[in-house]
């Protein structure tokens, strides 16, 4: 006679009347071997941001910064670093995007001291030491601006893969520039690990950094 899952009932009685102690013991081997594949295999992580985790390109720079610094990204390791090209002239995406890494420093709490903003511009012509340095203060204290000359401006963006462009104005000093507005996310190791767009909100930032604050260093 056969149950409606096709084993004899006999057989199903058999496993029913499996010993006590075998069952315990079977138990914990499978719960060993479990944990055992749970060590071996890495726990997948997720983001909302777009994972670049094993990028090759924004590896490295050199620039000074609004206190003529020279800085790299070595620099800030044990850090969670974020890379935003901008202008200070920029009338939107700029302000726009360095106010949402304001926020982002405020929701992380203490953790917001284990957050570093780096702000490259893409328009060194007009942007001084001196214009770059009170732009900063207008969002944070520790948010850093690094001003490349115009050559090494050029090679940093290509090591990017930033685009940017001067859109002539009215007067020769009344230009914009169009410009890539995603940010770069690194990790504590100083590699390159997410890419946010322009326009995502402050609580989604932080939750991706709190969840590179909390991997294991490799």
Do not use: W
């Not at 511009?121 to 900063?136: A, I, S």
């Not at 190791?189 to 991706?208: E, N």
């Amino acid at each position: 006679m056969r149950n409606p899952l096709g084993t004899s009932l006999s057989q199903t009685a058999n496993c029913q009347a499996m010993p006590v102690r075998r069952i315990i013991l079977l138990g914990m081997a499978t719960a060993s071997l479990a944990g055992l594949l749970t060590g071996c295999s890495p726990e997948a992580v997720s983001f909302k941001s777009t994972d670049i985790t094993g990028a090759q390109f924004g590896q490295s720079f050199r620039l000074p910064d609004h206190h003529g610094q020279s800085r790299t990204l070595a620099d800030f390791r044990g850090k969670i670093v974020v890379v935003f090209f901008g202008f200070t002239q920029c009338p939107d995406v700029c302000p726009t995007s360095m106010t949402t890494m304001a926020e982002v420093k405020r929701l992380l709490g203490s953790d917001g001291e284990r957050l570093q903003v780096l702000f490259i511009t893409v328009d060194p012509e007009r942007d001084t030491t001196e214009l770059l340095r009170d732009y900063m203060q207008n969002f944070d204290a520790s948010f850093l601006a690094l001003r490349p000359e115009p050559e090494a401006l050029q090679t940093v963006a290509k090591d990017f893969k930033i685009y940017f462009k001067q859109v002539p104005g009215p007067t020769p000093t009344s230009y914009t520039m169009d410009h890539s507005a995603g940010k770069y996310i690194y990790d504590t190791q100083g590699r390159p690990r997410l890419f946010s767009t322009y326009g995502t909100a402050p609580a989604v930032i932080a939750a991706d950094i709190k969840t590179l604050m909390g991997e294991r260093s490799s």
